[in-house]
């Protein structure tokens, strides 16, 4: 039969299936499928990555053109005339990253996208942005990151005139955001729903009401607004006592909480998180690197979390058997632990989290049958392998997956990876650690 035997809404749903690259491939073969993958249904979620705008054919924009691409990191760029092109070329674009750019006044042609939804400035020179971002006033997200451009003050002020910003990453210099500004913030902001700060090396410690505006201490002119309605919130580079015991007390709508400690610390008399944690009844999202050892925080740990992440902490089998206790409904575990103990964690994983539905893990040579043990868990259906891998896996592990899927009956479904490096994401918020016991 040949490729058009078969209604093309059929190979539609076929190609759903595939990988980018897959499509890729499928496409290069005949007309036919070149014209269904095209569509942009089948691209829907896609990212593409440009290194010089200006050096790209009419046809690659046609093809662009034809998928509706509304996903754009831009690797680097170096003029307004780049920009504009850009806009031109693709005026729906609906998210922006902006890897480096070195002309200060790129951000003006901005303006020209006026679907843009999410807007990501890295490592760039902009002294207008502040003068730009008022004009974007549809942003529901902004990161800016590792930026050279006006002072704070001037910063925080642009930000604010965003009325429809639901997720803000802010992720400048060495030190927190002043309290007064980040007030300002969150009272102008009434829509803000995610926030991610960079708390820098200050170790200063912040007031106890940092995350906590005062209707007394509003401005003249500014919106008046009830209690914050922040559900997930970030701080990337903390280490305690910056933030106080009782620091997230006017954060109760907090359903995500997400700490990346800078370093590890054997003290755990010094430990917020375990306070933090009782203040946050509505929590199902809570992921932690590095910091503490578990055992600090492995019994305050809700019961209403369904997600858990914990990445280069130490920990030992008691610790995690106590915080299994807490969470008897979790659904999804990244566990990546460090541990003094000649011991495999993966063994213990049926027993201690049995309603688990997806579950990231290294392999680290596991014993065959220690790994095979994952196939006990009935309601798993996702297991993610983060061992690195320089091409593809070895044909050891390879072996060792198919048989999972023969005595899972091929329920559970298989990922390497080595926690690839999505370009939307800035350094900041990746926590991929090459890391070693600590002493």
């Known amino acids: 039969m040949s490729v058009t035997g078969l209604p093309e809404e059929v190979w539609y749903h076929v190609f759903e299936f595939l990988s980018p690259p897959d499509k890729l491939s499928v496409r290069a073969s005949c007309k036919f499928f070149k014209r269904v993958i095209d569509r942009p249904g089948l691209w829907r979620n896609s990212t593409v990555y440009l290194e010089k705008i200006t050096s790209y054919k009419s046809h690659f924009w046609r093809t662009l053109s034809k998928r509706k691409t509304n996903s754009v990191v831009v690797l680097k760029a170096s003029g307004v005339r780049e920009w504009t092109e850009l806009g031109c070329r693709l005026p729906w674009l609906a998210s922006l990253t902006i890897q480096v750019c070195g002309d200060p006044e790129a951000l003006g042609t901005l303006r020209r996208l006026n679907k843009l939804k999410r807007l990501e400035i890295r490592q760039c ?14 942003l529901t997200h902004i990161g800016i990151c590792e930026v050279v451009c006006a002072p704070r003050t001037d910063i925080i002020n642009a930000v604010s005139q965003l009325p429809n910003l639901t997720s803000l990453h802010y992720h400048e210099s060495n030190k927190p955001i002043p309290k007064a500004a980040l007030h300002k913030i969150l009272r102008c902001l009434p829509n803000l729903k995610h926030l991610s700060l960079k708390m820098g ?7 106890c009401d940092y995350f906590c505006p005062a209707k007394a201490n509003q401005m003249s002119g500014e919106p008046v607004c009830g209690a914050l309605g922040l559900t997930s919130l970030e701080l990337l580079n903390y280490m305690d006592p910056m933030l106080s015991p009782v620091a997230l007390q006017g954060l109760p709508s907090l359903k995500s909480l997400t700490v990346q400690y800078r370093g590890w610390t054997l003290d755990s008399s010094l430990c917020h998180l375990k306070t933090w944690l009782s203040m946050l009844p509505l929590l199902s999202e809570l992921s932690i690197s590095l910091g503490y050892q578990l055992g600090a925080y492995a019994n305050s740990v809700p019961g209403t979390v369904q997600s858990l992440s914990l990445k280069g902490v130490v920990g030992e089998l008691k610790a995690l058997w106590e915080m299994a206790q807490k969470v008897p409904d979790l659904l999804c575990l990244h566990l990546d ?3 003094h103990e000649r011991h495999s964690f993966i063994a213990e994983v049926p027993q201690l989290f049995p309603k688990l539905q997806i579950l990231k893990i290294r392999h680290h040579n596991v014993p065959e049958t220690e790994f095979l043990q994952l196939s006990q868990m009935s309601y798993l259906k996702c297991v993610e392998v983060l061992d690195p891998h320089n091409l593809s896996p070895n044909s050891a592990l390879m072996d060792l997956t198919h048989k999972l899927h023969i005595q899972t009956n091929n329920r559970v479904h298989v990922i390497y990876s080595s926690e690839p490096k999505d370009r939307n994401v800035c350094f900041c918020a990746k926590s991929c650690f090459n890391f070693s016991v600590p002493p």
Do not use: F
């Not at 020179?125 to 549809?138: V, Y």
């Open 201 to 207: 090396a200050n170790q200063s410690p912040l007031p």
């Open 337 to 339: 632990l460090c541990c």
């Open 125 to 138: 020179r902009c002294p207008s942005l502040a003068a730009s971002l008022p004009s974007l006033l549809q």
